[in-house]
Nanobody, 122 residues
Framework: VQLQASGGGLVQAGGSLRLSCTASELTFSNYVMGWFRQGPGKEREFVAGIPRSGSATSTRDSVKGRFTISRNNAKNTVYLQMNSLKPEDTAVYYC????????????????WGKGTLVTVSS
């Protein structure tokens, strides 16, 4: 199983980025998908999750209204649209697959992708 994340980069505060994560060798539609991040000197934290059907997504409070998670089961891909980026959003972002939403939120993830670095300059 591979989760390949892309779309990170350097952006100025207030800018936008869209992260993508494509899964291979995985029955994608069977998994809850999510994004986590780990900032400099910080622990990894849950950012957003999306159920198998794509409805009723969940995002952490600090990114509500700015970040949107979505998925395309036909393309085995999950996205994270990040708008109005702030310097505190600087982190390595990881996509993840879990068997349930509870597991995802608790970081009890079945599969992790390699991270993609997002750097937001002030």
């Amino acid at each position: 199983v591979q989760l390949q994340a892309s779309g990170g980069g350097l952006v100025q505060a207030g800018g936008s980025l869209r992260l993508s994560c494509t899964a291979s060798e995985l029955t994608f539609s069977n998994y809850v998908m999510g994004w986590f991040r780990q900032g400099p000197g910080k622990e990894r934290e849950f950012v957003a999750g999306i159920p198998r059907s794509g409805s009723a997504t969940s995002t952490r409070d600090s990114v509500k209204g700015r970040f949107t998670i979505s998925r395309n089961n036909a393309k085995n891909t999950v996205y994270l649209q990040m708008n109005s980026l702030k310097p505190e959003d600087t982190a390595v972002y990881y996509c993840a697959a879990a068997g349930s939403f509870q597991s995802m939120v608790l970081s009890r993830v079945d599969y992790w992708g390699k991270g993609t670095l997002v750097t937001v300059s002030s």
